[in-house]
Each structure stands twice: as structure tokens, then as C-alpha cells.
């Protein structure tokens, strides 16, 4: 029995198929290849079947950029991110949520989102100091811990960073998402916007199959 495809999968079998049959009728047609169509249609063929092949042997992550904000439970936009959750986990056929949440903050939309509906996984990092990255105190605030400090006058803005800290915390969230993907093919990744394209990236070298996708509420 063929295996069930689901996902991504399922999307480019379809288009495996639709293609040999484009090709195969074209053939049958008895006309000269003139425009090379069937060479194109040959390449991009085996283009395909190399996608196929290749999300059916490595696992995916599709990442969703926000705003930590619009996480929390009760926000106002809560449905909009529900909507947003439920089609990516139709649409790639995920079975795991994973978010970058805080373990010392009310549980967040998101973990209430998938009780009974799928297995979820806050992958945040631990109040530890190797993590402990700046406040969100702006420059002009007394309680701004940045590289100057308290600066009275200042423009209203966040440093980000320590880096150090930064990539701690990425890289033990990339050793959680290891961990916590064993036993699944298909997960989505709820992480705060500054950290989409890096965490992206080392999903990709950490040989994931990698989609993202930003939402600003």
C-alpha cells in the first residue's frame, strides 16, 4: 500500500502527477517538439519529484513571525491568530505547535489553542542569566539597562541584544525544537519577530525544511 500523503507533500504529489500527464498526452500528440516544452516540462519534472523526495524525508518547521503581544491570552486579536494557526496546521498538515513563550508569564493564547487539537511545546528559553537579554525599558526610561543607560531627552526606542544572550537563547531554542520534533514530521514555530530570520536559518542548517510567515496583528 502507498503511503498516505498529506501537507506539502500531498500539494506536490498532485503537481508530480498533473505535469506526467501534461507530458504523456503531449507525447501521444504525435507533434515535433519545436518550443522544447517537453524538455521544459522534463526538468521541471525532476525538479519536482526532488521536492517531493525531499519532504518526505526531512522534517518540516514553518515558522510565524509576531509581535510577543499579541500572544497573550485575551488580547484582543486573539480570533485573527487562531485563524492564522488553524490554516497553517490545515494547509501543511502540522502536529506540532512549538512557541517561544516565557514559563513565568499566564499561559499564553496559543497553549490554550491547542489542548485536545494537537501536541504543544512552549520551547522558550529557561529566567536564567545566560539568557537574560535587555529590558524593554526605551533609552528616554529610567530603567533603560542598554550600552548608555538612562538617557533623559532621548528618542523612544529598545536595544536589542546583548547578541551573546540573543544567540543563547536561539540556540537553546534550536536544541528544544530538535528534541520536541522526534516522533513528528510537520511542526509550526510561534516566535517573536526579531528572531524570525535568524531562527529560520538555523532551522535550515539544522537540516529542517523551513517556510516562513510574518503577522504584525
Same mark, same amino acid.
Given at each position: 500500500m502507498s503511503r498516505?500523503?498529506?501537507?506539502?507533500?500531498?500539494?506536490?504529489?498532485?503537481?508530480?502527477? #498533473? /505535469?506526467?500527464?501534461? %507530458? +504523456?498526452? $503531449? =507525447?501521444? !500528440?504525435?507533434?515535433?517538439?519545436?518550443?522544447?516544452?517537453?524538455?521544459?516540462?522534463?526538468?521541471?519534472?525532476?525538479?519536482?519529484?526532488?521536492?517531493?523526495?525531499?519532504?518526505?524525508?526531512?522534517?518540516?518547521?514553518?515558522?510565524?513571525?509576531?509581535?510577543?503581544?499579541?500572544?497573550?491570552?485575551?488580547?484582543?486579536?486573539?480570533?485573527?491568530?487562531?485563524? #492564522? /494557526?488553524?490554516?497553517? %496546521? +490545515?494547509? $501543511? =498538515?502540522? !502536529?506540532?505547535?512549538?512557541?517561544?513563550?516565557?514559563?513565568?508569564?499566564?499561559?499564553s493564547f496559543a497553549s490554550e489553542f491547542a489542548k485536545d487539537l494537537l501536541a504543544y511545546k512552549d520551547v522558550g528559553t529557561p529566567p536564567e542569566t545566560m539568557f537574560q537579554t535587555f529590558c524593554c525599558a526605551q533609552t528616554n526610561h529610567p530603567c533603560h539597562d542598554g550600552t548608555l543607560g538612562p538617557c533623559d531627552g532621548a528618542p523612544a526606542m529598545n536595544e536589542y541584544g546583548p547578541l551573546e544572550k540573543q544567540e543563547n537563547r536561539e540556540q537553546r531554542m534550536i536544541q528544544t525544537i530538535q528534541r520536541e520534533m522526534e516522533g513528528h514530521d510537520v511542526g509550526l514555530f510561534v516566535v517573536g519577530l526579531a528572531h524570525l530570520h535568524s531562527m529560520s536559518l538555523k532551522l535550515k542548517q539544522a537540516n529542517f525544511n523551513v517556510t516562513a510567515y510574518a503577522w504584525l496583528g
Open positions: 498516505k500523503l498529506t501537507g506539502i507533500s500531498a500539494l506536490l504529489r498532485k503537481q508530480v502527477e #498533473r /505535469l506526467e500527464r501534461e %507530458i +504523456e498526452l $503531449f =507525447a501521444n !500528440t504525435g507533434v515535433s517538439d519545436l518550443g522544447g516544452f517537453q524538455h521544459q516540462c522534463a526538468d521541471q519534472l525532476a525538479q519536482l519529484r526532488n521536492e517531493l523526495n525531499r519532504e518526505l524525508e526531512t522534517k518540516r518547521v514553518v515558522v510565524l513571525g509576531t509581535v510577543h503581544e499579541l500572544q497573550k491570552s485575551g488580547h484582543k486579536k486573539n480570533a485573527e491568530l487562531e485563524s #492564522r /494557526l488553524r490554516f497553517l %496546521i +490545515e494547509k $501543511f =498538515a502540522v !502536529t506540532k505547535l512549538l512557541e517561544e513563550w516565557a514559563g513565568n508569564q499566564a499561559p
